[in-house]
């Protein structure tokens, strides 16, 4: 169960419309990323599925029935917050037992699934510390606990690594798509960062103000972006967006090449100078300043250019991408 | 204030004040300490003999001393209560967004700016007074007979009139702290499926435990010197029925010129005061540690 449609779903905030008429269909199981730019409707979008927020218009359907109308914990839905919303005056197992309390389950029923979903987290010696004595991580892992007790139908993540310290966000990243692999419960996640969309999402969908630009898996996305936004958003670092003669030879009103599909040499189509020179030992990044712009290129490996070296670059001709005026590709 | 220099520099700087302070508080104790061992009547001239512990003896053994001491503490009690839930349901109300929400609350702050004597007479002549007051054109447009709540009722009253000075001062600083309650908290219950009483209980009363404390503690070394309200009113009357420690103190110093059975009562009130003190911070001092 965990089946999810919008249909023609909007939002307004007065006068301000920050969801116009939105159709999405979420499969079962799915792991769905929504992901823009900051301010783009994601979150928002995400609590008119959870029913923290009202619909200005349209429907929402869980599980083939119509939710629209429902209070939040009547939606089976259960969510994960960027603050992770403990309740700091409660212990973690009266945390995790929260909404099994809530649902009037009897004292041993709540003391076993506590058990077993600390054990699923590791969270077994934490149980009666409170939230303001444990780790970034562990609070994290807590909200997870909180979340998946009360075996909803689908778990929504509210950007809920972004409190987190690199490290620990790459191995959050992986407990949480473990969890999705070993649960098969629907995820919806939110995030502004491309790459946690990249790496854990079987379907990303990519929003900008309010609109559905496109949806697709991972490397769809990656390999056949519908727009230029699109284009720019996934895949790091940014693709490189040219102009003028340059795309009109390629009989397109803009191009786009990919900082990995430029190969720098001792010839090639594009002159340029180095400007900034980034070694990181398995990948080279370099800034160059072309007659086309500012132009970034990734190199496999180690590449003795620095800072002032003239180098030519040379876009790999399959991976170029071609858009028209109104930034649509070709 | 890394080094010893500037260290030491520093107390010399602060010492003056700290001086002051000291003798501002400590003169004034050790000289009603010491009266309180002597006879000393200002309508007895002569000497004024030291005579040990017999000012407490009288104090102690007054027929007035334990029906003073409960009115104290039914006073004190009696205000925190109305005030503490009053104060929360009120913060609750005013946390709604509302039309006028700014102008609103500056209105109900405004009965702690209204000095205690001018609030006592307020309702002494204008709510409470059987003949003229509101309360009694109420009663007797709805055909009862006005209830003379000053003579029929005088520490019932006395509370309520403390309790509407002291319930913006409860109200204001609960509701601030109702505001710093992360929404986020209040969306996870929602979604953990609490209803509102839930989440009233479990989360927003947890939450407001530190600030009611403060509310608590302040209120109490304020409440129980309450003075001015009671000398406007009822004079400590009917016979004692709304005499308080405080009053008690000042109708034996001052109403009878008897500044060493004064002092005595003094001293016992600070040492009731520190016990009340004990006890509420043993009690629900573990609030305000983190």
Redesign the interface.
């Known amino acids: 169960m965990g089946q999810i449609e919008l249909k023609g779903v909007t939002k307004q905030f007065g006068d301000v419309e920050v969801i116009p008429p939105l159709d999405l269909q979420i499969n079962e199981g799915e792991f769905v990323v929504f992901v823009g730019p900051s301010g783009c409707g994601k979150s928002t979008l995400l609590r008119l599925i959870a029913g923290l927020e009202d619909t200005s218009g349209g429907k929402i359907f869980i599980d083939g029935k119509d939710a629209t109308d429902l209070r939040p914990a009547q939606r089976r839905l259960a969510m994960v917050f960027q603050s992770y919303a403990l309740y700091p005056h409660m212990s973690v197992r009266k945390n995790i037992a929260f909404p099994l309390k809530m649902a009037k389950l009897s004292q041993a029923e709540i003391d076993k699934k506590v058990e077993g979903a600390a054990k699923v987290l590791n969270l077994s010696s934490y149980l009666d510390r409170r939230p303001g004595q444990l780790s970034g991580g562990q609070r994290q892992r807590v909200a997870i606990g909180r979340a998946i007790v009360r075996e909803p139908a689908a778990f929504l993540f509210d950007e809920p690594l972004s409190n987190l310290d690199a490290a620990l966000r790459v191995n959050m990243r992986l407990e949480i798509s473990e969890l999705h692999n070993s649960l098969k419960t629907t995820m919806i996640y939110v995030t502004h960062d491309q790459v946690e969309a990249m790496t854990m999402a079987d379907q990303i969908v990519v929003l900008q103000a309010g609109r559905i630009e496109q949806v697709g898996s991972p490397l769809d996305l990656y390999r056949h972006p519908r727009n230029r936004f699109v284009a720019g958003f996934i895949g790091s670092p940014k693709m490189n967006f040219i102009g003028g003669a340059e795309a009109a030879k390629h009989s397109a009103h803009e191009i786009g090449v990919r900082p990995e599909h430029i190969k720098a040499g001792q010839s090639g189509e594009w002159q340029g100078r180095v400007t900034v020179s980034e070694h990181l030992g398995s990948d080279t990044y370099l800034h160059v300043q072309t007659d086309h712009g500012l132009i970034n290129v990734r190199a496999d490996g180690e590449i003795g250019l620095h800072h002032g070296d003239t180098v030519w670059l040379t876009p790999d001709p399959a991976c170029i991408h071609k858009f028209d005026a109104n930034g649509m590709t070709i | 204030m890394a080094t010893q220099a500037s260290r030491a520099a520093g107390r010399l700087m602060i010492s003056p004040a700290v001086i002051l302070l000291f003798l501002w508080m400590i003169v004034p104790l050790g000289m009603t300490i010491w009266f309180s061992f002597l006879r000393y009547n200002l309508l007895i001239p002569g000497d004024n003999p030291f005579v040990g512990i017999e000012n407490y003896q009288y104090f102690f053994t007054d027929p007035n001393f334990w029906p003073a001491l409960w009115n104290t503490l039914t006073l004190v009690l009696g205000v925190l209560a109305i005030t503490t839930i009053g104060g929360i349901l009120l913060a609750l109300l005013l946390d709604q967004p509302m039309f006028g929400q700014g102008i609103v609350r500056v209105l109900v702050i405004a009965p702690f700016f209204v000095m205690p004597t001018v609030s006592a007479l307020v309702w002494k002549n204008m709510f409470m007074n059987p003949v003229n007051g509101l309360f009694a054109w109420i009663a007797r447009t709805l055909g009862f007979a006005p209830f003379d709540f000053l003579s029929a009722a005088p520490l019932f009253s006395i509370i309520l009139i403390v309790a509407w000075q002291w319930l913006p001062f409860a109200t204001l600083i609960l509701l601030t702290a109702l505001q710093s309650l992360?929404s986020?908290?209040l969306?996870?219950?929602?979604?953990?499926?609490?209803g509102a009483v839930?989440r009233f209980f479990?989360?927003m009363l947890?939450?407001l435990?530190r600030a009611a404390t403060v509310v608590i503690l302040i209120q109490t070394i304020f409440l129980l010197s309450v003075f001015a309200e009671i000398l406007v009113t009822t004079n400590g009357g009917p016979g004692n029925a709304s005499t308080n420690l405080t009053y008690l103190v000042y109708s034996q110093s001052l109403l009878q010129y008897d500044v060493g059975l004064g002092s005595a009562g003094g001293i016992v009130a600070v040492i009731l005061a520190n016990i009340v003190a004990i006890f509420l911070m043993r009690m629900i001092g573990k609030n305000l540690e983190?």
């Open positions: 992360d986020e908290q969306e996870a219950a929602e979604m953990d499926g609490a839930s479990y989360i947890p939450h435990a983190t």
